[in-house]
């Protein structure tokens, strides 16, 4: 059965885009069909593996129209890894879907409905706010990941978090759950973000992943290339950290009902 996982943090910059790409080009490398839908109205994940720039074809068709979900679904730079396009539009959603109703739920109906039997795996990119779109994205999927940049530690944006997701669980989707937070862009040579990792795993305990994704400058430079870093750098430390992280959450997705 189809998985949806959310990539969520209600900061910008922690890693977020980075994290959804390259966990769905590990998947994609073991054999996994994976459908990214990039939530973000920014669309750094679709400039990243989509062809073109934009598409007409896109998110807020998804969230704001009833047009077939399977039409919305683009061939990407990665082989297994489709896409459905970010839309700028999505920053207006809340304006576009006035007078319609139960508006947090909308993409949860809509992926429910869709025939979407060729995917193992959906990945949402969320923006950094908590707006509607970030509330849809809440609400209809089945575990998220917590990307936390150990650059800038926020605790409390997580704690602030992790409040909004017992609320969205309340109200639209009780399944839900953090599969893991991830630290990312670690720099083991600064004592800083050792310091970080270390307090993240004293207040989240064994939510936060034992794995973690190390500051290597291949995985800024990939968008450019519009490649994600399996093949951009696939022998390298990049590549390695996200493996081993998709190795950790494997067995969990797998045994999900
Ligand atoms: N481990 C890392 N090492 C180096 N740069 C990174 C790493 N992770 C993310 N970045 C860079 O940090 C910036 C923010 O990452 P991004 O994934 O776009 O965050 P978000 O989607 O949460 O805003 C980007 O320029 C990205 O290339
Ligand atoms: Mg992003």
New binding site residues.
């Given amino acids: 059965m189809m998985k949806i996982i959310a990539i969520t ?1 209600l ?10 790409i390259n966990v769905a080009a590990c998947l994609a490398e073991l054999g996994k069909r994976v459908l990214v839908i990039d939530l ?1 109205p920014q669309g ?1 994940a679709s400039q990243w593996i989509g062809p073109e720039n934009t598409c007409s074809a896109n998110s807020m068709g998804l969230l704001a129209t009833k047009e077939s979900v399977a039409d919305l679904i683009q061939p990407t730079m990665v082989s297994n890894v489709g896409l459905i396009y970010a839309s700028p539009e999505l920053s207006n959603l809340e304006k576009a879907l006035v007078g319609e109703y139960a508006t947090e739920t909308i993409l949860k109906r809509r992926l429910k409905q869709a025939n979407l039997s060729d995917w193992d795996y959906i990945l949402l ?1 969320t923006p ?1 706010t908590l707006g509607l779109v970030t509330v849809n994205a809440l609400a209809c999927a089945d575990r998220l990941i917590v ?1 936390v ?1 150990t650059h800038v530690l926020s605790l409390a944006g997580v704690a602030q978090l992790m409040a909004v997701i017992d609320k969205i669980k309340d109200a639209f989707n009780p399944q839900l759950s953090i599969l893991g937070v991830l630290a ?3 720099d083991l040579r600064t004592r800083h973000s050792g310091e970080v990792l270390e307090s993240l795993r004293e207040h989240f305990g064994e939510q936060v992943f034992q794995a973690f ?5 291949k ?2 430079e ?2 450019s290339y519009k490649k994600p870093i399996t093949t951009y750098d696939n022998s390298g430390g ?1 590549a390695y ?1 996200f493996r081993t992280l998709t190795q950790e959450i494997m067995p969990h997705l797998e045994s999900m009902q």
């Fill in positions: 943090n900061k910008g910059g922690c890693a977020k885009t980075t994290t959804t973000d750094n990119d950094p990307p940049s990312s862009r670690v994704i190390r500051e290597n400058v995985l800024a990939a968008p990049a950290d």
